[in-house]
């Protein structure tokens, strides 16, 4: 009997949740037997264990501690119910991620790593913990071209156990039942404008001040700006200084914290675009969460973003600031064109980017695991 448990700390902390009941759900259907540590209650699941804590914690040794005792807890676990195949998510290589790998790996797991950014985007990744990390791996996914080439070039060696699987879509999300009108009326905002939404962590690579400074050079003052997300590793105040040397405080809307699911669902169904102004990126849960629900995208023309949109057919993609700004003034009053563009996207993601799909071939090299 096939049998893997997905150990996930972040979970509910960061909509990896959403991830991984799709993931188990698809994999229930190949006869895969799931189980879940993590944060929050699973719906896919044989047993579900809430061991890691969902709260923030403000000293890292107190995180440490904690992640340290559930890993250990679903260690116990999996041979008291002979589970010897786990899925590790990474997203960086710290500390943390090499722990998990080297507990799991000396207790004999079969350890299966998707790798969602092949670096952190800050100063904590570490070359060793990498190297380690993916050598140990019995299994490595991506979600596409770009991060398997990435990760070839530091790492040729794991070619053989390196596969694309693409990042589900989010098309279950689609409320048709949500009202636009009564959407603005929760969030307390003038349902006669037209809203540009920037959503998600803040940090650098994600270019809030390119954003920020394109929508400077667009006069209409019918069209506003929302700001959705929390900081991380980053400083806001950089980002309220450019809105005040601008004069954009009227224009612009902030919710600079955690931002809940209700609140998200919200945000997207007043939006007319969703602007990733990405400087570097391996894969967007934004651009295919926005692609889902039928909003307009504009995103910067990296190679991940090029792999999921086809210019001007089910999204826009730009190079310069001024590009940016364009864009959102010469489209952003076509309905027909974005009521198109939103349906080709959405078609995109139910084509393109099936859970049903995915999980087959997560399933198929968990099966081949002895």
Known sequence: MNKVIIIDPVGSKAGMDYY?????ESLQNQKINTYLSSNY???FVEKNLMIFSSKHYNKKINKIINLIKGYFITLFFMKKNN?????????SSE????????????????????????SGF???????????????????????????????????????????????????????????GDSFETLGLDPTKKYVLFFGQIKKVKGLDILIKSFSKINDENIHLIIAGKVWYDDFTIYDDLISKYQLKKRVHKIIRFVTDNERELLFKISSFVVLPYREIYQSGVL?????????????????????????????LFDEEDDLSKIIIKNIYKGNLLNEISENAYQTMLK???????????????????
């Open 20 to 24: 991984n009941e799709h993931l188990l």
């Open 41 to 43: 209650k699973s719906n």
């Open 83 to 91: 589970i010897d195949n786990c899925i590790i998510h990474i997203f």
């Open 95 to 118: 500390i943390k991620d090499f722990i998990l790998v080297f507990i799991m790996n000396l207790f004999n797991i079969k350890i299966n790593l998707i790798a969602h950014d092949i």
């Open 122 to 180: 800050t100063k904590n990744d570490n070359k060793f913990i990498k190297t380690y990390l993916y050598k140990i791996a019995s299994n490595i996914v991506v979600h596409n071209n770009f991060s398997k080439e990435k990760l070839l070039n530091i790492l040729p060696y794991i070619d053989k156990k390196l596969q694309v699987i693409k990042h589900g879509a989010f098309t279950d999300m689609y409320n048709a039942e949500l009202h636009r």
């Open 288 to 316: 295919l969460m926005a692609m889902s629900l039928k909003i307009p995208v504009i995103a910067s023309s990296l190679v991940p973003n090029k792999e999921v949109i086809e210019n001007k057919k089910n999204g826009f």
């Open 352 to 370: 393109e980017f099936s859970w049903a799909e995915i999980g087959q071939k997560h399933a198929d090299y968990l099966k081949r695991q002895k």
